[in-house]
């Protein structure tokens, strides 16, 4: 990658390896990763499954409502262990392509929400409520965020399978 | 740790041993070894699948505490999730069957293995008793408030459990063996 010297001081840190030595850290980070990235997962395809008319005896409103708050919170824990993570490791995760892509992918997937926040949104008082026919737009915007979602957790499966595939040239 | 040391050994001497090698040998088995994107594959599945269960349990749970889901009754709150969670455990437990076959002499010789769906059949039968207590009392759910609080327990331990479910599940890679 572009700054190779800048991953390895990172990882070369005495907080970095205290996380790669240690028995029981980077395995107890992992979990609490896990347990973040489902419940942001679950969170959002609750939404999603609304967007697509699953379960839509509810207002899209009241499921947003709802379903916002544990994504942020639960995206905030996971973002903070896979820091944890990424620091004791960060050479190697730089050079993974599945880290990459995973990383692409969720990029997208945030575009996808703040677009559907700010565009597709529009008029959800309306379409939202049960009952009522939803936009394509807003289909789309769902059955987008879900398929990202099914993938960006396999990009991370093979992270771990791929750890040391890869070296920078 | 000494205990899971030893809980490994005991399961050495039990025909789980014989029986995980036989899987092995299964053509579905090998197939899923030679493959290389075939364990993550499921794995994801499995991930996915813990994510309805875990996500609607989570919102139930929220309903029960009246955290949040104010805008619908108990009763409508329940039937919602409850589909979502049970459908989901089918899908969670058959990615896990081929998890299992995938690995089985790492999984079925392995204590953290076993403590895990310990756990699990716990959490099952909770989920089970939790739902059903809720369904009992749906009628009034909403009028008398302050009188669940072991339900209100209960939403707090479920969610704890499948968490403990789940940490099991990651640590079946780093088992003392």
């Given at each position: ?169 | ?45 499995h991930?996915?699948a813990i994510?309805v269960l875990f996500?609607s349990t989570l919102?139930l749970s ?19 999730h409850r589909r979502w969670i049970w459908s989901a455990l089918v899908a969670l437990v058959a990615s896990g069957i ?15 293995f076993w403590i895990k769906i310990g756990m699990l059949l716990v959490a099952i039968v909770f989920s089970l008793a939790f739902q059903r207590s809720i ?19 209960g939403a707090?331990a479920i969610v704890v459990l499948w968490c403990a479910v789940m940490?099991g599940g ?8």
């Amino acid at each position: 990658m572009i700054s190779n010297a800048l991953w390895q001081t990172i990882e070369n840190s005495s907080f970095s390896s205290a996380i790669a030595s240690s028995e029981w850290m980077f395995p107890t980070i992992e979990t609490l990763h896990v347990v973040a990235i489902v419940t942001v997962i679950g969170a959002i395809a609750m939404m999603d499954m609304r967007l697509l008319g699953l379960s839509s005896n509810r207002t899209v409103r009241a499921v947003a409502h709802d379903t916002l708050p544990v994504t942020w919170i639960a995206f905030g824990l996971a973002v903070v262990t896979g820091l944890l993570l990424f620091v004791s490791k960060a050479t190697s995760y730089m050079v993974n392509p599945y880290f990459l892509w995973k990383f692409g992918l969720m990029a997208l997937a945030g575009l996808n929400m703040a677009v559907f926040h700010r565009h597709v949104s529009k008029g959800m008082d309306d379409w939202g409520t049960p009952g009522h026919a939803i936009p394509i737009n807003a289909k789309l915007a769902g059955a987008l965020s879900l398929a990202l979602w099914a993938v960006i957790p396999f990009c991370g499966r093979v992270i771990g399978f791929t750890l040391g595939v890869y070296y920078t040239a | 740790m000494d205990w899971l040391f030893h809980l490994t050994e005991l399961l050495r001497g039990t025909p789980l041993v014989e029986f995980s090698l036989r899987v092995s040998d299964w053509p579905f088995a090998l197939w899923l070894q030679s493959h290389f994107y075939a364990i993550p594959v499921f794995q994801t599945l499995h991930i996915l699948a813990i994510s309805v269960l875990f996500a609607s349990t989570l919102m139930l749970s929220l309903r029960v505490l009246g955290i949040s889901g104010q805008d619908q009754s108990m009763a409508v709150a329940l039937t919602r999730h409850r589909r979502w969670i049970w459908s989901a455990l089918v899908a969670l437990v058959a990615s896990g069957i081929v998890l299992l076959i995938s690995e089985p002499v790492r999984n079925m010789i392995n204590a953290i293995f076993w403590i895990k769906i310990g756990m699990l059949l716990v959490a099952i039968v909770f989920s089970l008793a939790f739902q059903r207590s809720i369904a009992r009392r749906t009628a009034t759910w909403d009028v008398s408030i302050d009188e669940h609080a072991a339900l209100r327990a209960g939403a707090v331990a479920i969610v704890v459990l499948w968490c403990a479910v789940m940490a099991g599940g990651r640590w079946i890679a780093y088992a003392p063996v």
